[in-house]
C-alpha cells in the first residue's frame, strides 16, 4: 500500500468534479467523503487508485493510493492528467472575466476539465451516447460495462476492445442498442483490436489529423470526434455546437426564444477561444 499528497495550483473545486462524475452510475465516489476510486490500466495491468481531496478550492491538496508499490509512478502520472492537476486554472478564469459568459465562470469557479479515466472506454462512451438523452445514455452504458466489463476491488472497469470485438450484434440490442449503434461500437473496438487504429499514437497528433483519421470509420462522426479531443484528451479548444447541451446552454444564459442558430453560436463564441473546451465546460455545468 502507498500514499502520496498531491498539491497543485487553485483555483480548483473538487466537489465540482465530483457533482459531474456523480452523475456516472459506473463511476465509485463518495460526495461527502470526497472521495473517488479511479480505475486505470498500467501497461494494459488494472489497478484502483484512491483519491482524496484534503485541501480547499484556493489551496488544492489531494491524498492519492494505491496497492501496488511498482505502480506507484505510473499511478501517480496517470491521474494528475485525468484531474489536470497540471493545468492551472488561473489563465482561463481571468480570459473569461471579460467575456458575455462570465457570470458562469464566477460562479462554478475552479471547475476543471477532467478526462475520461481511459481513452478507449471515453471513444465507447461517445458512440453510446450519440443522439440519446443524458439519462439514457447512462443507464445504457452502465449495461454495457456490468455486463462485459469487469471488477476490481469494487471498481467497474470497461470491457477490453478485445472482448467487444467478439460480441454480436444481437448482445447489445438486447441491451436495447440500436442496430446501428451496436454495429459502429463492435466494429470500431474490431479495429482497435486488429491494431488498425492505434488510440495510443492517435492521442500525439494534432485536432485535424485526428478527426481525419475517425471521420472515415462509420458511426463516427464530427460530434464524437470533438467529444472524444474534449473529454478524452483534455484539447483546450473544442466547441461541439451539435450539441444539445450546449445549445440550451447558451438559449437559457442568453434567454433567446429558440435554440440558438449555427451563426448566432459562433457569434456568441467569438470572445472565447482559445478555451472554446472551457467554454462547454461551464455552459454544461450551468444547466446540470
Known amino acids: 500500500m502507498w500514499m502520496e499528497t498531491v498539491v497543485c495550483k487553485g483555483p480548483y473545486n473538487f466537489d465540482s468534479v465530483l457533482d459531474r462524475l456523480s452523475m456516472d452510475p459506473i ?69 473569461f472575466q471579460q467575456t458575455n459568459i462570465a457570470k458562469i465562470f464566477k460562479q462554478h469557479e475552479g471547475t476543471p ?45 470497461y470491457p477490453k476492445p478485445e472482448v467487444v470485438a467478439r460480441l454480436k450484434y444481437e448482445e447489445l440490442r438486447e441491451l436495447q442498442f440500436s442496430q446501428r449503434k451496436a454495429e459502429y461500437l463492435i466494429d470500431t473496438s474490431k479495429l482497435i483490436a486488429d491494431k488498425i487504429l492505434n488510440l495510443d499514437e492517435l492521442a500525439k497528433q494534432s485536432d485535424e489529423e485526428i478527426l481525419k483519421t475517425l471521420i472515415k470509420i462509420r458511426g463516427i462522426g464530427p460530434w464524437t470526434v470533438q467529444n472524444m479531443l474534449l473529454s478524452g484528451l483534455g484539447r483546450p479548444n473544442l466547441f461541439p455546437k451539435a450539441d444539445i447541451g450546449v445549445q440550451r446552454a447558451i438559449q437559457q444564459h442568453f434567454q433567446l426564444e429558440a435554440k440558438p442558430t449555427n451563426d448566432e453560436m459562433d457569434q456568441y463564441s467569438e470572445q472565447w477561444s482559445p478555451y472554446l473546451s472551457y467554454a462547454t465546460l461551464y455552459l454544461w455545468r450551468s444547466i446540470e
Not at 70 to 84: P, Q
Not at 137 to 148: E, G, H, I, N
Request: glycine share 2%; charged share 25%.
Open 27 to 95: 463511476i465509485s465516489l463518495n460526495k461527502s467523503e470526497k472521495v473517488i476510486k479511479v480505475p486505470v490500466l498500467i501497461e494494459n495491468k488494472p489497478a484502483v487508485i484512491t483519491v482524496k481531496s484534503v485541501g480547499t478550492i484556493h489551496e488544492p491538496a489531494f491524498e492519492v493510493s494505491g496497492k501496488d508499490e511498482n505502480m506507484k509512478e505510473a499511478a501517480l502520472k496517470k491521474v494528475e492528467s485525468i484531474f489536470r492537476w497540471d493545468y492551472p486554472l488561473q489563465d482561463v478564469a481571468k480570459h
Open 113 to 157: 476539465l477532467v478526462l475520461e479515466f481511459d481513452l478507449y472506454s471515453c471513444l465507447v462512451k461517445c458512440i453510446i451516447h450519440q443522439q440519446l438523452n443524458l439519462a439514457f445514455a447512462y443507464t445504457l452504458t452502465a449495461r454495457f460495462v456490468k455486463l462485459f466489463g469487469y471488477e476490481v476491488d469494487n471498481v467497474w472497469f
